[in-house]
Every structure is written in C-alpha cells, then in structure tokens.
RNA sequence: GCGAUCAUAGCUCAGCUGGGAUGAGCGUCCGCUUGACGUGCGGGAGGUCACAGGUUCGAUCCCUGUUGGUCGCACCA
C-alpha cells in the first residue's frame, strides 16, 4: 500500500501517539496464562522523589529491550512497575519544603508530617512514572505498586513478625552508625568512607601509683585522632604479646579531664606495630573498642547527644560541638603537659551517604535483623549457580559482602516509613510484636500500650519487592506463576543495599530465589568520564534527549557498545548518530514505498518468489544469519553487540549494497518478475530488520511497522524473526559467495583504480557464456560503482557489447569498460599472492593444530570439529585464489 | 592493606575464555545536488592491541611481574 512519507524522520508527536495506543491496547499487560512460559523482571523502584535521570534511563532500557524481546519470541512477559517510598530521602525533602514555609517536623507532628508526605507522594509519585513511559517503557502499569501500599504494608508486617517469632529480628543496644545531622540511625551499608585531612594527636596519660596517687613520671603513650571521644574512655589496651608493657596490664591509668582511674588491658585487637602499641579504649563510640569492652567488662558511656554536642558524661565539655569540644579538650591536654605532639594525618572517616555529614558510632537501643543463618542460602545460591550474575566478576563482590556480614540494623529515627510492629507496655513493660496493634497486654493485662516509635530501613521493604508486588503474603496465582523473576537489571552500586537482601528474603520468605539471572550495568557517565551529579551541574537530562533526538535514538545511546557492568560515557555526538540512524532506515522504508505500487497489496513474507536473484538470496541469507547471531547475543544479554549486528546490517549490507544492487531493477528494466522478487525481498528483510531492531527502537520501528503493513497489528505483539530454511540456498551458495565477491571487487575498483572524478554509475556485469567473468558471474547483476566517464569507452550498441566487459549504467548512457580497465591486474594478482601466502599459512596452522595430540584429547569435540570445518573452508578458498590467480595471468 | 577491573585508531569504546586488527561511532582529509536519505554517498589517512618476561607450533586474548587509571572492601586507635 502506497502511503507517502515525509523526507526525514521527526519523532516529535510520533512517540507520544505510539505510546498512548499501546497503553489503550493493553499491550503491556500479563495476566496469568498457563498455555505460556512466563516471563518476568521487576523495576527497581524508582523513588518517589526523584527525577529521571541517565541512571534510570539506562536501566529502564536494558530492561525494555529484554521484555520486548521476550514478548515478541512469544513468552507471557511482565514488567511490573511500582515506586520506592524512600524513607529518609522524602523526609528530607519535605523537611525542605516545609523549611521554606518556616515550619518544622516538630511543628506539625506525626500525623501532620505525614499527611504532608502523602501529599507530596501525590503530587510528585507520578512524575518519575511519567518520565519512564517517555522512554517506551512497556510496563504493565495496571500492576503499578507502591512500597507503602496496602499489600506492601501487610508483607512488611508479616515479615517482621514472622522473623521476631524466629528470633532473627531482635532488638539489642549495639554499636550503630548515627547521623547527627539526619539524627537517625544507618545502617552500615549506608556509610560511605571518604578521605578526610585531620590530625593524629599524640598524647599520654599517667599512671596511677600503688598509693593511688597520679604519677608524674609514668605515662602511658598512644594517639588518637578523636581526642574528643576520651571522654568516654573506660581503658587503655595493649597487646598481650608485647613485652613492653606486660608489666603494666592490670594496672590502672587516670583518664585527665574526667579525673577517673581506668584499667589497662591486653587484648589482641591492639596490633603491637602500629605506633606506640597502645590504644585508648572508648567502647561508647568505636566498633572496635566495643567488642574489647565486651570481652572485658568495661563500662559502656555514651557523651555524645543525638546532635553530636556533647552530653552530661562529658563534664564541663557538656553542650558544646564534638568540634569545638576536640580543639577544646586538645588545649586542655596541652596545658597539663599531656599533649606529646600533632601529627598531620589523612585516613578514611565514615560519612552518610544521604548527607555527607561525619556519622558517629554510637552505642543505641535498635532493632536489628540477625544475619548469620539467613545469608547462607544467598551465599550458596550464587555459587551453585542458581542465581547467576552478569558480569561475573561482580560475584567477588557479592561474596566480599555477604562473607564479611554483620547484622543489620534496620530500625530509623525517621517518621515517613514502616513504622515497626511492637508495642510497649506502659505498666509492666512488656515487649509485644504483632501484626495488629494489641488491646491488652499479654503478661500484665494492662492497657496502656504505646508503638514504637522507630520506622524501618527503606530497604526491608525493597528487600520484598519480587514477591510483594505479586500478592505475597497471600499465595497468588500471579505468585506461583510468575516467581521466580527471570532477570534483574540494576546498577552494581546497589548490590549490598538491594540485591543481597532481596535474594535473602526471597528464600526466606518464598523459599525459592527471587530472580534466576542478575544483570549489571555501569553508571552512565559525562564525557569527560565524571559520575553526572547534581552538584557538578554535569548532568545530562534525559527528557532533553528525547525531546531534541527522540526516545529511539536516546535507547540507542544507551545501549550500544555497552557491556555489562561496565560504565559508560555519554555523548550528544553518539545520540546524533543513532538519531541519524534512525532516519536512514526511515529512508530506506520511503525508497522501498515509492516503489511499491499504487495498489499493491502487502507482501506476504512465507509466500518467497521462485524468482528470486542471486542478490536476493544472499541478503535474505545475510538476514538469516543476523536473526541468528542476534537471538542468540539477546539471550546471553548481550545486548550491545546484537544491537550493533543489527546495526551493521541494516546500514551496511541491506542499504549500502542490496538497495543500490537492486535499483536497476527497479528504475531500468521491465521485467515484472524481476521487480517483483526485488520488491519482495526488499519488504521481507526491512520487515524482519524491523522487528529485530524494536526491542531498541520501538517507536520509530512500530511507525513504520504500521505505515507500510494494512493491519493495524502493533509490531510489539509481532513474532520475533526465526532462522528460515528458505532463505537457506544451499544450492546457491556459489552464487551467492559470488554476490560477495562482487562487493569486494567492487570495492576493489573503487579504491585500487580510483575510477571517480565524479560520476555515479551501475555496473553491468554482461557475458554471453556461463562461466565465471574475473569476479563477476555471467548476467543480470547491477551494481553502483564510481566510475570515469573519461575512462569508459563509449558503445552505443548494445549488442556490440565485448565478450568479459562491464557495462556502466549511467541515468542517460550506458558505458561498457573491459575488464582490463576495471580492475588494476598487477595489484589484483599481487592481493591475491598474498591472499594465497595467508592461506597456506592458515593451512599449516590448521593442520598443526589437527596433528597436535595435545589439542586432539584435550579440547572439545565441537571445537576440533570447527576446526576441520576450518581447514575444509581454507581449502576451498585457497582453490578459488589459485584459480582467480590462473586466470588473472592470463589475462 | 586486601580484592576486582581496565590499558586496542586523534577521542569514546566493541572484540564471541589463544589462530588473519574483522572493527564501530565521533573527529580528520579528499571527492560527490546520484530519482530513499547531505541526519546522505564514495574513498583515504591513522593501531609494534600499556611495558617486560613466560607458556604455546602460534598470544591483543592465558600466566607472572612492572607502570598508570578506576572501583569495591577493610581500615591502625
């Protein structure tokens, strides 16, 4: 059917209208359907409060690239979407907001805060989801999820209450990381080391004299680059092993400033090599130091407040900045005469990663997740290959991790979240988890209860997604069909917040892995490589993109050359490549429609012309191998090289050498048939070129789909092109491996003869006999070629035509050049010698390869037997050459 | 410190667990209003695949080491 088309392909409006009716037709919906295999893969939910960014760009593509992939191949294909509450996140932003109004959390109170959280979900919720549809993301939205839903809310609930009962989830006063700022407890994974420039202060502290007076000749040396924490110091440890100080194990020290006698212990912690030997031990705010308190009895004190100022235990430092108060203390120290000297020091210091502010170990009552027997099925998992991660290097990482776990400290100072399931008994008390709030008390029957206060960990809800989001606690259909998830598509950044912990979830709470496959991408970065972020004001905004080069041509970007895990630099100049893509297959479909017939019904692609030409038969099997090649790259999720073969061949082979071949057929003969199978064969491959090319491109490829086809039939539903039979000529192929060499000739001439001061011309292979003319098989083949008018001789009769001549089909002429013009003979045969030398080489090779008894019982039999196939093929070719050489000798 | 990973054309990167550098995009140079497309067509220049050893008939690919970069983890107070 004829349709015209505008000269250059203009995104703008296609898209919007494309996606609108896939989402009327509910493409993108799965519901259960046990005639089909299922497949699945769940968002990472996006936070409620963010803006698309490249990071999800990415993301969201790789992922709609595998889901309309399997769509298309025929498998039941569910992307369930949903979004990420975010706890801290949105609680700082609306924090913010609220700020700007002069109000604060406090002011509000809970249920106050929180409406205006709910607010803010509603008025900023949707706008990520509406920038992941910009993109073409064939989510099912009518299972949109959201991690503080009803459903979520319950599976969080059971969750915690089934893990209490277990005695996994328990509450306990261990040291945590706090944020001062955020005022909140992290978790460990939320920490992020950074190099600070500080200070080692190197100080001493003297002993204590059996008479209980402070001597002013023993001391005691060691440093410290928190001497504010001093305050809190109840020893000071040495290694058992040293000599040095064995004598002085069991003695006491006074603690200065606090005036307070503390022991000196030997614990192996304290690595004798590392300055003095002797480390002050604060078992309130160091990790360390409260294990060696724990094996040793010591009293636990905490100085610091939630802000970070100092607290009562800190005597008169009490109030003040843990700033001010470590230069304040440092001055002290100095005046007694107990400062032994500074040091200019830079070593790692935990920060918050939401805030960037310095967290402070602190020692606090949270609710903790026990790790140890809930990470062994995650950890066996990944290395039985049950879960299998892309790249594989990223299992060192995993393991890293999961070997070196601590529990989990889930349990948030913050309001905007889950808030835990226990209750206090104001009488007695009592602790009660439960999946509703309890009337009474069980122990004392009293009815004075209060919840605790606490909000979970974003992530223990994330933790849940796979199984939450398909009905879980309930036992759905939906769950038993479409969990396990296939594949997960995420960044490495968030293996340990996310990944870690839904696999451990999944097998405790579903007792089967949550996905089969994981697969990592990279960070998208600017072009100078630096990680795009708000601060740098380098970011490069998405909805630009697509707005100036469309949503095709930005997946394009994203995915091509583009290996797993591996982090990628993001140009315009690559985007306007893919847009320009974009228009050239667009073109190729308008050369292809204006040549079709006013009237002409579609083609029916399985109805293949008995026609067909050598031309025609090498690019549907050129086609064929591509289907192939590419199918198989997708399903290994390779899918920045099966995009590049698709690429490559729609450009280079189907428009750059079919299209030109096939022209005077089109333009100069009239031989319907002819025509005919040019036609069809022109229709077939940009078909199935198509549909290999819209998992990538869905728009542009669903624009043209429908231009050129009758049906209204979406080509997303469309079946996945499979390797044919019939576009497999056997019979052929020595025609079609001629097809091939025509293009190397041509190319040949091309370059070697340099026959073009500017002409464009189709090259007529013409021969009255059968036999093969230099590169060029008898008849019928055009090919475009520059060539000198200068150097053709001019022969207006047709049938005057030499015996082993090209004729050049110019728009108004037509030129016939021997063969001795065309092709330079002295290079070709010296190509050829050297093609010759290449052989027998590759030959030896082979055969050494094939006689090695080594190679012969140690590889695998497919392998020796690609090798004979090899060998079989260097045979062949080495024939060819020698022929071709004979014959060019001749010449 | 431990571990990962990278080093290929001027730039950014692909390269299927050893067998012709087969490369791509951008840039650059030369030539093209040809009836799909100048968002195009044709052509050229440009690489001792970081360096040094080793294994092998053969190494960009495997091993060891060196140098340089990136990342993760652990940090010694």
């Known amino acids: 059917m004829k349709k015209e088309m505008a000269k250059t392909y203009d995104p703008r409006g296609i898209e919007d209208r494309i996606y609108k009716n896939w989402e009327e037709k509910k493409y993108f919906h799965a519901e259960v359907d046990h005639s089909k295999q299922p497949f699945t893969i769940v968002i990472p939910p996006p936070n409620i409060t963010g803006q698309l960014h490249m990071g999800h760009a990415l993301d969201e593509t790789m992922q709609d690239i595998l889901i309309r992939f399997k769509r298309m191949q025929g498998y039941n294909a569910l992307w369930q979407p949903g979004t990420d509450h975010a706890s801290i996140a949105t609680e700082v932003k609306v924090i913010e907001s609220l700020k700007e109004q002069g109000i604060t959390k406090a002011d509000l109170g809970r249920e106050g805060f929180l409406e205006k959280c709910w607010d803010w979900r509603k008025e900023y919720g949707g706008r990520i989801v509406n920038q992941l549809k910009k993109l073409g993301s064939s989510c099912d939205w009518d ?143 160091d990790p360390n130091d409260f294990e060696v308190g724990k094996r040793h009895g010591l009293p636990v004190i905490n100085v610091l407040n939630d802000d970070a100022t100092i607290n ?20 002290e120290i100095k005046e007694m005469g107990l400062l032994v000297g500074i040091e200019d020091y830079s070593h790692n210091v935990g920060t918050h990663d939401r805030c960037g502010t310095t967290v402070e170990p602190m020692v606090k009552e949270q609710w903790f997740v026990k790790m140890d027997e809930l990470i062994k099925p995650a950890i066996k998992a990944v290395e039985t290959g049950d879960i299998r991660l892309v790249p594989k290097s990223m299992e060192k990482v995993y ?200 009237d002409a019904a579609d083609i029916d692609s399985n109805a293949v012309p008995a026609n067909l030409h050598p031309e025609d038969k090498w690019i549907l099997s050129r086609f064929n191998d591509v289907v192939k090649e590419v199918t198989d790259n997708m399903e290994k999720f390779e899918m920045g090289i099966a995009v590049q073969k698709v690429y490559d061949f729609m450009w280079g082979e189907f428009c750059d050498w079919y299209i030109e071949m096939v022209k005077p057929r089109l333009y100069l003969t009239d031989d319907a048939d002819s025509k005919n199978a040019a036609l069809w064969t022109l229709q077939t491959v940009l078909i199935g070129g198509l549909k290999l090319l819209h998992p990538f491109m869905p728009f542009i490829t669903e624009e043209i789909f429908t231009t050129i086809q009758q049906t209204e039939e979406s080509i997303m539903i469309s079946s996945w092109p499979v390797w044919r039979d019939d576009f497999n000529y056997p019979e052929d192929e020595k025609a079609i491996e001629m097809i091939k060499e025509a293009v190397r000739g041509i190319r040949n001439i091309r370059t070697e003869r340099g026959i073009a001061p500017g002409k464009k011309a189709m090259v007529y292979v013409v021969s009255s006999s059968d036999e093969t003319l230099g590169y060029f098989e008898k008849d019928k083949l055009f090919f475009e070629v520059l060539a000198s008018a200068s150097d053709a001789v001019m022969q207006k009769d047709q049938s005057g035509i030499p015996e082993g001549a090209f004729s050049v089909v110019l728009p108004f002429a037509t030129l016939f050049l021997p063969m001795q013009d065309l092709i330079d003979i002295p290079a070709e045969i010296a190509r050829l010698e050297k093609e010759e030398k290449r052989l027998e080489g590759e030959l030896k090779r082979s055969e050494g390869m094939l006689s090695n008894e080594r190679f012969l019982s140690k590889a695998p039999a497919d392998k020796i037997a690609a090798e004979k196939e090899k060998q079989a093929k260097y045979k062949d070719q080495m024939d060819g050459v020698r022929a071709q050489l004979e014959q060019l000798r001749n010449m």
């Open 312 to 331: 009562e235990n800190g005597g008169k430092y009490c109030g003040m900045d843990r700033y001010e108060a470590r230069a304040a203390i440092v001055e």
């Open 399 to 598: 393991y890293n991790w999961t070997n070196n776990i601590k529990d989990w400290c889930i349990s948030r100072q913050l309001w905007w979240g889950h808030r835990i399931p226990a209750w206090y008994c104001d009488d007695c008390g009592e602790t009660i988890v439960d999946r509703t709030a309890p009337a009474v008390c069980p122990k004392c029957g009293g009815t004075h209860l209060t919840q605790d206060p606490d909000t979970l960990d974003t992530w223990f809800s994330s933790a849940l997604w796979p199984f939450e989001t398909l009905g879980w606690p309930e036992m759905t259909e939906d769950l038993k069909y479409f969990y396990p998830t296939d594949v997960l598509v995420t960044g490495y950044d968030i293996i340990f917040f996310w990944v870690i912990r839904m696999i451990f979830s999944g097998f405790e709470q579903m007792g089967e892995k949550p996905f089969k496959t994981i697969l990592f991408h990279g960070l998208v970065r600017d072009a100078q490589g630096r990680k795009m972020s708000k601060s740098l004001g380098n970011g490069i905004d998405p909805l630009e993109i697509i707005r100036d080069y469309g949503a095709d041509a930005l997946r394009m970007t994203l995915v091509t050359g583009n290996a797993p895990g591996n982090d990628m630099r993001f140009y315009t100049e690559r985007v306007e490549a893919n847009r320009n893509f974009a228009n050239k297959i667009w073109n190729a479909t308008r050369f292809i429609m204006m040549n079709v017939a006013e």
């Open 143 to 285: 299972r949109e999820r959201f991690t503080m839903d009803e459903g979520c809310n319950r599976a969080v609930t059971e969750v915690f209450v089934k893990m209490h009962e277990k005695g996994w989830i328990y509450k306990g006063n261990r040291i945590i990381n706090w944020c001062p700022v955020c005022k909140t407890s992290i978790s460990d994974a939320e920490v992020e080391y950074e190099e600070q420039h500080g200070h080692f202060w190197h100080m001493k502290y003297p002993f204590i004299n059996e008479d209980g007076t402070v001597s002013d000749t023993e001391f005691l040396e060691f440093a410290t680059t928190r001497p504010e924490t001093m305050l809190g110091d109840t020893a000071v440890a040495v290694n058992p092993e040293d000599e040095r100080y064995a004598k002085y194990v069991g003695r006491k020290v006074m603690l200065p400033i606090m005036n307070r006698p503390i022991p000196v212990v030997a614990d192996e912690y304290v690595d004798m090599e590392f300055g003095t030997g002797v480390v002050k031990i604060t078992p309130g705010h």
